[in-house]
T-cell receptor, first 114, second 112 residues
Framework: GENVEQHPSTLSVQEGDSAVIKCTYSDSASNYFPWYKQELGKRPQLIIDIRSNVGEKKDQRIAVTLNKTAKHFSLHITETQPEDSAVYFCAVNSPPDTGNQFYFGTGTSLTVIP | EAQVTQNPRYLITVTGKKLTVTCSQNMNHEYMSWYRQDPGLGLRQIYYSMNVEVTDKGDVPEGYKVSRKEKRNFPLILESPSPNQTSLYFC???????????FGPGTRLTVL
């Protein structure tokens, strides 16, 4: 099956700085890469996603980049705010012919210091 | 309101006592899934379903069963719970597999 690694496991940044979280995966056929944000005691919620035919996607302060050759994708948060503090999970979806499964990273706990 | 619901939200039980956690969605989604979340391990997929009467094992299916008799419901069954199944469980649904998943509120299960 797929192997997803996420780094770093914890990240502290000053308010206004940028934060970058990186994930690597093993199956070159994987084709959908979402990022989820989970606030304390809440359910995960999608913040941005990217498909394998796209290299970069941006939504206001959040962007995701995908390098298919190197099999890694990254979440970029600019101008961080205290409300960005949460745990962030990357995920990888395997294509239909290998199972339609989702594999999640182990999470990054982001703290934005005011 | 479009949503995924789970019940119960909290459950304390004893080893070997069969239990069912229900999951329901009202968005007419094809794909439904169960995850368990444990500290340091992220979310791990237990079972998923592409459509009615179609279920498949995820990464950690041992000790669990599911069924998909109706499109909206996807119950998780623990026939003989053990303490290592103590965890936070999330149900999720999406239009199809490669699409945004909507998560339920979670069920915190403790097996003594």
């Amino acid at each position: 099956g797929e192997n997803v690694e996420q780094h770093p496991s914890t990240l502290s940044v000053q308010e206004g700085d940028s934060a970058v979280i990186k994930c690597t995966y093993s199956d070159s056929a994987s084709n959908y890469f979402p990022w989820y944000k989970q606030e304390l005691g809440k359910r995960p919620q999608l913040i941005i996603d990217i498909r394998s035919n796209v290299g970069e996607k941006k939504d206001q302060r959040i962007a995701v980049t995908l390098n298919k050759t190197a099999k890694h994708f990254s979440l970029h948060i600019t101008e961080t705010q205290p409300e960005d503090s949460a745990v962030y999970f990357c995920a990888v979806n395997s294509p239909p012919d290998t199972g339609n499964q989702f594999y999640f990273g182990t999470g990054t706990s982001l703290t934005v210091i005011p | 309101e479009a949503q995924v619901t789970q019940n119960p939200r909290y459950l304390i039980t004893v080893t070997g006592k069969k239990l069912t956690v229900t999951c329901s969605q009202n968005m007419n989604h094809e794909y439904m899934s169960w995850y368990r979340q444990d500290p340091g391990l992220g979310l791990r997929q237990i079972y998923y379903s592409m459509n009615v009467e179609v279920t498949d094992k995820g990464d950690v299916p041992e000790g669990y069963k599911v069924s998909r008799k109706e499109k909206r419901n996807f119950p998780l069954i623990l026939e003989s719970p053990s303490p290592n199944q103590t965890s936070l469980y999330f149900c999720a649904s999406s239009l199809w597999s490669g699409n945004e998943q909507f998560f339920g509120p979670g069920t915190r299960l403790t097996v003594l």
